[in-house]
């Protein structure tokens, strides 16, 4: 699958689209990881999406002949959520929102589960590394996880020395 950059448009997100940003969630999570268990109601998870996440991180979406295809939630050196509609990944869309991410922060931490192998390869390419893995105890889903870090590299020094 090709991840070259698409031709989405990055949109920041409001109140008006959480109903939409929950359903790009479930529809990503029903079809990739069908193990999961679905612990929350598509009124619960549109609540945290506008209760939790909207107040408290970035959340911008990438839009596609004018339909939500993807979203991604961040602060404060964490992504929260990041999810592509299951049909349209493999074609940058994904990229384009770990980017906008990647460019307003120096350092990323993201849990994911350790039985994703999709999104485990993807922040692989993206220069993410795996930092610590659990038995999954402290997530709902009680799913084995794992914790990648992401820390953006010292700009290159020329080597040239201040006149003197």
Not at 14 to 31: D, E, F, S, T, W
Request: charged share 25%; glycine share 10%; proline share 7%.
């Amino acid at each position: 699958m090709d991840d070259a950059p698409t031709e989405a448009e990055i949109v920041t997100l409001g109140a008006a689209h959480m109903q939409a940003a929950a359903r790009i969630r479930r529809v990503a999570l029903r079809q990739r990881l069908p193990w999961l268990p679905d612990l929350h109601t598509p009124k619960e998870e549109e609540q945290y999406w506008g209760m939790h996440l909207l107040p408290n991180c970035t959340i911008l979406g990438a839009a596609m002949d004018n339909q939500l295809v993807g979203v991604i939630a961040y602060g404060d050196d964490w992504i929260e959520q990041l999810y592509v509609l299951p049909d349209l990944q493999g074609m940058g869309i994904g990229s384009l929102l770990l980017g906008c991410a990647m460019e307003e922060m120096d350092e990323i931490r993201l849990w994911t589960f350790q039985r994703n192998v999709g999104a485990r390869a993807f922040y692989e390419r993206h220069g993410f590394t795996a930092e610590e893995e659990t038995g999954g105890a402290d997530n709902e889903e009680k799913e084995p996880d794992v914790l990648y870090h992401w820390r953006r590299l010292p700009e290159p020094t020329l080597g040239l020395q201040p006149p003197g």
